[in-house]
């Protein structure tokens, strides 16, 4: 199952679920905004974390600082 894949407690999961469907409902979030965003973050995020496992500490020190 999806969320199984993710990791994480099940509370957690939960809570994120119920709390993005009272936002969409009430419009807080548009969704055409959205959809680009996390599509965006998230290949961005899960490229940049195998980056980091392999990569070099000294040269994350010269790249962060």
Known sequence: MFWQS???SALLRQSCLISMIIIYADLLIEPGVTMPV???VLPGALLGAKILVGANTQTL???FS
Do not use: S
């Open 6 to 8: 993710l990791g994480g």
């Open 61 to 63: 020190r010269i790249v």
């Open 38 to 40: 996390m599509l965006g």
